[in-house]
């Protein structure tokens, strides 16, 4: 087993996290593509989150790239929405729709039985087969197609939640924009991958990002821990004895990294420069907030927030090393460790306005 240094592996995942700011990371896709989506709760955040990446941000760029259906928007990695290659997306829902999620029974207590679901998917598989519908629309017509009104009340009232099961399975994404207005349409895909295809995508993707990483903190990044035990098990091992993934120790924890990969983590350079990063940045969910490497234990509850709040996040040697926020038209800073301040001043310069 290979024995990696953490100032390299840390270096490794800066730059394969495009924090160097490459040439190929002027396409917003691209940079959607390598980090497997960017969370986009809200969009200002998510349009950040690609330009910190790029050497001249571009928002434009991504807004095109999702008018015109070279990303889209849906519901995938902890039941977040996020902006998604369509060509891997089919992958990442294969696994998350494999949870079940919805069978459980606090889940149907909370929201819709089963049968109720079923009736949903149905009718909104059919009212779908066509333009994309605004929410209002979308509730109309699942309601008039079941002969059910109490269920456009279960939708209103839990519109994201009920519909996630039918976004996981691959039925239906976020349209264009109508105004103010979500919209929502049919994906491009016609089918989803069977699981074990899936995890054999999705894996070492993943880690060829936040690599080295446990299987159990590649199953937050995805669905929480959601995924069952035995399953998540049979994802990594089936990859290390086909070669794909490896062990490695990092710190004396036994962690997984790409096959491939090993060898550039163990010569990468160490990654001295500064980034501003906005809140709920891939930087920090992809390993998770958990992750010593990356968030000192005694600061986490300062980047992980009370209602799900990830913070804005100063990331030098590629950890984090402080946080940012708006204050009125100024940005306060506050670092717990030093940090080259002509590289705070640098990233200030670029933030968006």
Known sequence: MTVLDRRRVLGWRSRRQLLDRPAHAADPVAVVRRLLGVQAQVGSYAEHAVAARQAVPDPAALRAALAGGALVRTWSARGTLHLLDPAQAPA???LLAATRTWEKGSWQKAFV???QLDAIRGAVCDA????PLTREDLVTAVAGRTGDPD???HLRSGWGAVLKPLAWQGLLVHGPGDGNRVTFTRPQWSALPAVPDAARLVVPAYLGVYGPA??????????RGGTKRAALRGYFTTLVAEG?????EVDGRRLYARAGDVAAMAEA???DEVRLLPAFDQFVLGPGTADPTVVPPQRRAEVSRPQGWISPVVVHGGRVKGVWQRDGGRVAVEVWEPVPQDGIDAELARLPG
Do not use: H, K
């Open 214 to 223: 446990s299987a159990e903190t590649f199953d937050q990044w995805l669905c």
């Open 269 to 271: 350079e160490p990654f």
């Open 244 to 248: 794909l993934v490896a062990e490695v």
């Open 113 to 115: 039985t089963l049968e």
């Open 128 to 131: 779908l087969d066509g333009a």
């Open 92 to 94: 990442q829902l294969a």
């Open 151 to 153: 269920l456009a009340e």
